[in-house]
């Protein structure tokens, strides 16, 4: 199983690149037995002008509530690392969105989602779409979400 690294929108305005470490994280986490429950975490990374380089996916934590169907990350453990990037990296590394499983093979957001995206994303200080990422058993689904709507899904690239 490999999940592809390079993604963009159609018009090729954003690209996005997942670092191998991310991908990894994506890859230990998919939901293969029916006893799998969700998962999910923040992505860090940079941002180089409309592109971005997603460095690391946080873990889920101890805090975190997973059932099959449901994830809730709970901040306390997720927010402290990407403090700490930010902090390491002398704010370059951020908080770019988030990401979780679905026990699907090509996943699609469900309504709740798309409420919980768009009440992120309209909180974001530096005013950016949220990258959101749905991990399935064998593809992604990948979309940068505005404050308010839906925003562009991409696919990935050779």
């Not at 998962?39 to 860090?44: E, P």
Request: charged share 25%.
């Amino acid at each position: 199983m490999h999940f592809m690294s390079a993604w963009a929108t159609d018009d090729r305005r954003v690209l996005l690149n997942f670092a191998e470490a991310a991908l990894e994280t994506f890859l230990q986490h998919i939901q293969i037995k029916n006893s799998d429950g969700e998962a999910g975490g923040l992505l860090l990374g940079t941002v180089h002008g409309s592109n971005m380089l997603i460095t690391e996916a946080t873990v889920p934590t101890a805090w975190d509530k997973r059932f099959r169907f449901f994830f809730e990350r709970f901040p306390f453990g997720h927010d402290a690392i990407a403090l700490a990037r930010w902090t390491a990296s002398q704010r370059t590394v951020r908080y770019l969105g988030e990401w979780h499983t679905h026990p699907e093979d090509h996943p699609h957001p469900s309504g709740l989602d798309r409420s919980e995206w768009n009440r992120t994303s309209s909180k974001r200080q530096d005013k950016r779409p949220m990258l959101a990422v749905i991990v399935g058993r064998k593809n992604l689904y990948v979309e940068l979400v505005p404050g308010s709507g839906r925003g562009p899904s991409l696919t990935s690239v050779e």
